[in-house]
């Protein structure tokens, strides 16, 4: 089951190591229940939806995170981050393959950073879509 964990988390400026902390957990379990490599505990979905302030049905579930939680993707500019994740590819081994950093990759995928437009062609070829597609005006 997918989450969405890490953009409630990186929206709000939460740090994984504080999270796991607050939460009684170690930032590697965090990480993993983050990326879907580890089931979570019904306690550590209490606790989690608790810490975010959202419901379990809301965080726990499959459903793209734009229809889940409009307000914290306003103005997203880019799919980069849900498609990684739909295809399972971890985010440093995503930033090896567009040969850019991890935090940068992190900041393009939460529209923080404008990438440059090579950066946009290598992505649409890595992804396989059209850039178009994958870099947007704005999701509604």
Not at 24 to 30: A, D, F, T, W
Not at 56 to 62: A, E, S
Not at 84 to 98: F, H, N, V
């Amino acid at each position: 089951m997918s989450n969405h964990i890490y953009m409630l988390r990186k929206k709000r400026a939460i740090k994984q190591y504080d999270m796991a902390r607050a939460l009684g957990v170690s930032p590697s379990y965090l990480s993993k229940i983050e990326t879907g490599t580890q089931e979570p505990t019904e306690k550590f979905k209490t606790a989690c939806s608790k810490f975010l302030k959202t419901s379990i049905v809301k965080l726990f579930n499959d459903e793209p995170v734009e229809d889940i939680f409009p307000e914290f993707t306003k103005g997203l500019t880019n799919r980069l981050w849900a498609k990684r994740r739909e295809m399972g590819i971890k985010q440093y081994d995503m930033a090896k393959k567009l040969k850019v950093s991890t935090p940068f990759l992190s900041k393009v995928e939460l529209g923080l950073l404008e990438p440059p437009e090579e950066f946009k062609k290598l992505a649409s070829k890595v992804f396989k879509m059209n850039q178009n597609d994958l870099f947007l005006a704005e999701v509604d």
